[in-house]
């Protein structure tokens, strides 16, 4: 057999797995790319369910300065940066706005992910009912935690599943590896050196933790805006503080 | 305007600040933008949000019990806070105490000891640390500070825990505490070095200081070529067949045994050379001292001679001095810091150098730090209008090559014109001055060192005419060819000896009445009488000619704009800002600002 008669039945095979694969995709019931539906495993369902929005609030709040909707912010780089401890004044040390900023932020998440966690849970019963179960729920409270490398998201709902045997499931949790617990803590010191002190230094925090970056932009009104952020997965927590701002020349007044 | 003038001028000032503070602003226990305990303007002020009630007091925040500051402890975190008004604190859900955290035994800071890790932080958070981890905590007052607290972590003992389950006989490198229950039992009697007793099902054994793959364990884990990093650990390990860490990475030692059997201390490993020239053969890296554990990446890093991981050098390479070459002074060890090379700043940035504000601290200049962490240079901005500098030092080193550190140094500057003083006004600890000539003559100066000077500068421009005229001439210069000691003749001032912007563009008002105060500039501002001489032809003139030696101030006589005394003048206008006639840091020239009048009449 020549070469050319080679090529040409190569090219023919080629084309005819390329029209294979295209009928398969076309014909074929396309796979379902929705939520998991392992009804075995109720949380892995309500975590892939909620993972976008959370992921995508997580990362609001920690460029936010821990706050989805700040009333008191300093805008850098297009985002509304809450102020963790502000003084109005020149020359003052200032006072802190965010003492709890940890449970701050878990009051922001929970209520940033009250909607879609319900329309999870009813594509949840929706889908048991689907299988064939008789289901009854009964919606409890949410607590998200930090923690040391993770975020919990815990529901208090009871499942009551009624299919040939009635199963219960009182708690269903997601957990979503993330440091930020670690990075609020390092704010906060942040906070308590601007508030006791009116600065803070960077480098410190970088000897102490090998995989913190510590950034400091110092603004020309008095602001300060910190940057911190995991070198391993690029996590960024930012906030501003204003405290013992100088003013240009000796200007009087307020800003 | 003499120095004692220059003073009252500034006290002045400081005074009507404080007073206009005083009588205007209330205080707002939360503002219309949200922020708590803020002294501001009566509109600022938020008085209530739905069914809350917000205070307003006509004083200072500090005089009010509503806005004064204490601590906020967060019990669930187990955490403190100081300076933190009380209704903040407990809208926000934590217990106020009024005390400052030093004095409030459950937010002393102290070392927590959790597992192999410690943590500076409170005892009641420690305890909290201990619920998440699952694990026993201690927490130690007498370690006074983070750095020693994380200095001396005590890992705990770990050796081989071999586990033996009649078919199988595996390993597993962990501590004592953690073999005990590896076979999923409670009690027992654990004899170092010896058989714990067994339970039913898998017997399991602790060998202190011990590998798995120590050949008299008889386990299945066997030495391997294979390397890795480990969490919070700086060196590069071996890795046995079973996954377990084994020592620190040493190609030398690959094949001996007893590497692999005793577990050994990375102070006792093969030492990594300053500039990771053995890299590739030891992976001791130390984070200190500018390396670390990481991936082998082609052209990042050394390739290892035996793994996947190397001592990955930490140093930057920075173009500080913009002539798109790395020169050899311009590669950074990590944890370095230096000053940023940026126009119009000072070309020096050792504390004791004195910037010519002709050419440094021009308008729209600031300052910059860069800091050199984990191969990574970032950049911090001073505080903007120069009212920050950025001062550099070297550490000197046992090796020789020194460190580099530098500082965003405040600049106290608004002191100076207070100091009447050399010694005062020169005293780094307290302020950032420096004394110069003002230009005005001693008001007791003699007349026949009127005379004198008078003479020497009459003599000095008919000979040096055309010298003399240009402007890059230095006052140190004429002074010179004066032969003269300025301090003779002339009143000297303390000025700032870093230049601070101001926002000349705005009026110098005060934000409440709108009048207009005093600005800095002004501080220069002189009048100086030079006597005249009509010519022949009856025009009255004043040239250095005729300011002969009977007649007074030859020193302010303006000829063509170029002379001693604008010169000095000029000095002390750069010196006190942004003043006077100059280049910004574009080196675009300003405007004319220089006006020296002439009348005629006294």
């Given at each position: 057999m020549n070469t050319k008669g080679q090529v040409t039945i190569f090219i023919i095979i080629g084309v005819l797995v390329v029209a294979a694969v295209l009928i398969i995709f076309l014909l074929v019931p396309r796979l379902n790319t929705g939520p998991a539906t392992d009804?075995?495993?109720?949380?892995?369902?309500?975590?892939s369910?909620?993972?976008?929005?959370?992921?995508?609030?997580?990362?609001?709040?920690?460029?936010?300065?821990?706050?989805?909707?700040?009333?008191?912010?300093?805008?850098?780089?297009?985002?509304?940066?809450?102020?963790?401890?502000?003084?109005?004044?020149?020359?003052?040390?200032?006072?802190?706005?965010?003492?709890?900023?940890?449970?701050?932020?878990?009051?922001?998440?929970?209520?940033?992910?009250?909607?879609?966690?319900?329309?999870?849970?009813?594509?949840?019963?929706?889908?048991?009912?689907?299988?064939?179960?008789?289901?009854?729920?009964?919606?409890?409270?949410?607590?998200?935690?930090?923690?040391?490398?993770?975020?919990?998201?815990?529901?208090?709902?009871?499942?009551?599943?009624?299919?040939?045997?009635?199963?219960?499931?009182?708690?269903?949790?997601?957990?979503?590896?993330?440091?930020?617990?670690?990075?609020?803590?390092?704010?906060?010191?942040?906070?308590?050196?601007?508030?006791?002190?009116?600065?803070?230094?960077?480098?410190?925090?970088?000897?102490?933790?090998?995989?913190?970056?510590?950034?400091?932009?110092?603004?020309?009104?008095?602001?300060?805006?910190?940057?911190?952020?995991?070198?391993?997965?690029?996590?960024?927590?930012?906030?501003?503080?204003?405290?013992?701002?100088?003013?240009?020349?000796?200007?009087?007044?307020?800003? | 305007?003499?120095?004692?003038?220059?003073?009252?001028?500034?006290?002045?000032?400081?005074?009507?600040?404080?007073?206009?503070?005083?009588?205007?602003?209330?205080?707002?226990?939360?503002?219309?933008?949200?922020?708590?305990?803020?002294?501001?303007?009566?509109?600022?002020?938020?008085?209530?949000?739905?069914?809350?009630?917000?205070?307003?007091?006509?004083?200072?925040?500090?005089?009010?019990?509503?806005?004064?500051?204490?601590?906020?402890?967060?019990?669930?975190?187990?955490?403190?806070?100081?300076?933190?008004?009380?209704?903040?604190?407990?809208?926000?859900?934590?217990?106020?105490?009024?005390?400052?955290?030093?004095?409030?035994?459950?937010?002393?800071?102290?070392?927590?000891?959790?597992?192999?890790?410690?943590?500076?932080?409170?005892?009641?958070?420690?305890?909290?640390?201990?619920?998440?981890?699952?694990?026993?905590?201690?927490?130690?007052?007498?370690?006074?500070?983070?750095?020693?607290?994380?200095?001396?972590?005590?890992?705990?003992?770990?050796?081989?825990?071999?586990?033996?389950?009649?078919?199988?006989?595996?390993?597993?490198?962990?501590?004592?505490?953690?073999?005990?229950?590896?076979?999923?039992?409670?009690?027992?009697?654990?004899?170092?070095?010896?058989?714990?007793?067994?339970?039913?099902?898998?017997?399991?054994?602790?060998?202190?200081?011990?590998?798995?793959?120590?050949?008299?364990?008889?386990?299945?884990?066997?030495?391997s070529e294979k390397?890795?990093?480990?969490?919070?650990?700086?060196?590069?390990?071996?890795?046995?067949t079973?996954?377990?860490?084994?020592?620190?990475?040493?190609?030398?030692?690959?094949?001996?045994?007893?590497?692999?059997?005793?577990?050994?201390?990375?102070?006792?490993?093969?030492?990594?050379?300053?500039?990771?020239?053995?890299?590739?053969?030891?992976?001791?890296?130390?984070?200190?001292?500018?390396?670390?554990?990481?991936a082998y990446e082609r052209g990042e890093?050394?390739k290892p001679s035996i793994g996947e991981?190397?001592?990955?050098?930490?140093?930057?390479?920075?173009?500080?001095?913009?002539?798109?070459?790395?020169?050899?002074?311009?590669?950074?060890?990590?944890?370095?810091?230096?000053?940023?090379?940026?126009?119009?700043?000072?070309?020096?940035?050792?504390?004791?150098?004195?910037?010519?504000?002709?050419?440094?601290?021009?308008?729209?200049?600031?300052?910059?730090?860069?800091?050199?962490?984990?191969?990574?240079?970032?950049?911090?901005?001073?505080?903007?209008?120069?009212?920050?500098?950025?001062?550099?030092?070297?550490?000197?080193?046992?090796?020789?090559?020194?460190?580099?550190?530098?500082?965003?140094?405040?600049?106290?500057?608004?002191?100076?014109?207070?100091?009447?003083?050399?010694?005062?006004?020169?005293?780094?600890?307290?302020?950032?001055?420096?004394?110069?000539?003002?230009?005005?003559?001693?008001?007791?100066?003699?007349?026949?060192?009127?005379?004198?000077?008078?003479?020497?500068?009459?003599?000095?421009?008919?000979?040096?005419?055309?010298?003399?005229?240009?402007?890059?001439?230095?006052?140190?210069?004429?002074?010179?060819?004066?032969?003269?000691?300025?301090?003779?003749?002339?009143?000297?001032?303390?000025?700032?000896?870093?230049?601070?912007?101001?926002?000349?563009?705005?009026?110098?008002?005060?934000?409440?009445?709108?009048?207009?105060?005093?600005?800095?500039?002004?501080?220069?501002?002189?009048?100086?009488?030079?006597?005249?001489?009509?010519?022949?032809?009856?025009?009255?003139?004043?040239?250095?000619?005729?300011?002969?030696?009977?007649?007074?101030?030859?020193?302010?006589?303006?000829?063509?704009?170029?002379?001693?005394?604008?010169?000095?003048?000029?000095?002390?206008?750069?010196?006190?800002?942004?003043?006077?006639?100059?280049?910004?840091?574009?080196?675009?020239?300003?405007?004319?600002?220089?006006?020296?009048?002439?009348?005629?009449?006294?």
């Amino acid at each position: 057999m020549n070469t050319k008669g080679q090529v040409t039945i190569f090219i023919i095979i080629g084309v005819l797995v390329v029209a294979a694969v295209l009928i398969i995709f076309l014909l074929v019931p396309r796979l379902n790319t929705g939520p998991a539906t392992d009804s075995a495993n109720p949380s892995a369902f309500i975590e892939s369910c909620i993972m976008g929005d959370l992921e995508d609030t997580i990362v609001t709040l920690s460029l936010q300065g821990g706050q989805l909707a700040p009333t008191s912010y300093y805008v850098f780089e297009n985002n509304n940066v809450g102020y963790t401890c502000y003084t109005n004044e020149y020359y003052k040390t200032c006072i802190v706005q965010q003492p709890l900023l940890h449970s701050q932020i878990e009051k922001e998440l929970a209520e940033a992910l009250s909607d879609v966690s319900d329309t999870c849970f009813s594509l949840l019963q929706q889908q048991y009912e689907d299988e064939g179960y008789s289901v009854s729920m009964d919606l409890g409270e949410t607590q998200v935690s930090l923690l040391p490398k993770r975020i919990v998201i815990l529901y208090n709902h009871s499942l009551a599943l009624t299919k040939t045997d009635t199963r219960s499931i009182e708690e269903i949790s997601v957990v979503l590896n993330n440091n930020l617990y670690e990075l609020v803590g390092i704010a906060l010191s942040i906070t308590k050196w601007e508030s006791n002190f009116g600065d803070a230094q960077t480098t410190p925090y970088m000897d102490l933790y090998r995989d913190l970056k510590v950034e400091k932009k110092k603004q020309s009104e008095g602001t300060t805006i910190y940057m911190l952020t995991d070198r391993n997965n690029g996590n960024t927590f930012q906030f501003a503080t204003r405290s013992v701002a100088w003013p240009p020349g000796l200007a009087v007044g307020a800003p | 305007m003499n120095n004692q003038h220059i003073s009252y001028v500034a006290s002045f000032f400081l005074v009507l600040t404080f007073l206009i503070g005083l009588t205007s602003a209330v205080c707002c226990e939360k503002t219309v933008d949200g922020n708590w305990c803020q002294n501001a303007e009566q509109d600022q002020c938020a008085t209530n949000f739905g069914a809350t009630e917000y205070k307003v007091a006509p004083t200072s925040c500090d005089q009010t019990t509503f806005c004064s500051v204490g601590t906020c402890i967060d019990t669930n975190q187990g955490k403190c806070i100081d300076n933190t008004a009380q209704r903040t604190c407990q809208e926000q859900g934590g217990v106020w105490d009024s005390r400052n955290s030093a004095d409030i035994v459950q937010c002393q800071l102290g070392c927590c000891r959790i597992g192999e890790q410690s943590s500076w932080t409170e005892q009641a958070n420690c305890k909290k640390l201990a619920t998440l981890y699952g694990v026993e905590t201690t927490f130690r007052l007498d370690i006074a500070s983070e750095e020693l607290c994380i200095a001396t972590s005590e890992p705990r003992v770990k050796g081989a825990c071999v586990l033996d389950s009649g078919i199988e006989r595996t390993c597993a490198l962990t501590t004592r505490e953690a073999c005990q229950t590896l076979d999923g039992s409670n009690g027992g009697t654990y004899i170092d070095r010896f058989e714990f007793e067994p339970a039913e099902g898998v017997s399991t054994s602790f060998y202190e200081d011990t590998l798995c793959t120590d050949e008299t364990l008889g386990t299945n884990c066997a030495r391997s070529e294979k390397t890795t990093c480990v969490e919070d650990k700086d060196q590069v390990y071996f890795v046995d067949t079973c996954g377990n860490i084994a020592n620190v990475y040493d190609a030398s030692k690959v094949n001996d045994q007893n590497y692999w059997s005793d577990l050994i201390d990375p102070v006792d490993s093969c030492e990594l050379n300053a500039n990771l020239g053995n890299a590739a053969r030891c992976g001791n890296c130390d984070y200190i001292s500018g390396s670390i554990c990481a991936a082998y990446e082609r052209g990042e890093n050394t390739k290892p001679s035996i793994g996947e991981y190397v001592c990955q050098d930490l140093s930057c390479s920075y173009d500080t001095n913009g002539n798109n070459e790395i020169d050899s002074d311009e590669v950074y060890q990590h944890g370095e810091r230096w000053c940023a090379i940026a126009p119009g700043i000072n070309k020096d940035f050792s504390q004791s150098y004195i910037p010519n504000p002709r050419e440094e601290n021009l308008v729209g200049s600031e300052y910059y730090r860069l800091v050199c962490y984990n191969g990574e240079v970032t950049v911090e901005p001073c505080a903007s209008y120069r009212q920050e500098v950025c001062v550099e030092s070297t550490i000197e080193t046992p090796d020789g090559v020194g460190f580099r550190n530098a500082v965003c140094k405040p600049n106290l500057w608004e002191t100076c014109l207070g100091q009447t003083e050399q010694e005062d006004c020169e005293d780094a600890t307290l302020h950032d001055c420096r004394w110069i000539n003002s230009g005005r003559l001693k008001p007791d100066l003699s007349d026949e060192h009127g005379q004198e000077l008078n003479e020497k500068i009459n003599r000095l421009y008919d000979m040096n005419r055309e010298v003399v005229e240009r402007r890059d001439v230095s006052t140190n210069m004429i002074e010179g060819w004066l032969g003269i000691d300025p301090e003779t003749y002339f009143e000297f001032v303390c000025v700032p000896k870093y230049a601070p912007g101001y926002e000349f563009w705005e009026p110098q008002t005060t934000k409440q009445s709108g009048e207009q105060v005093t600005d800095m500039c002004s501080v220069a501002n002189e009048v100086c009488y030079y006597t005249t001489a009509d010519d022949i032809f009856g025009q009255t003139t004043a040239t250095i000619e005729d300011c002969g030696k009977d007649e007074g101030n030859c020193h302010c006589v303006p000829v063509d704009d170029n002379w001693y005394w604008l010169a000095l003048k000029e000095n002390m206008c750069l010196s006190l800002g942004d003043c006077g006639s100059s280049v910004n840091y574009l080196k675009v020239e300003g405007g004319d600002s220089w006006d020296v009048t002439r009348s005629d009449e006294l």
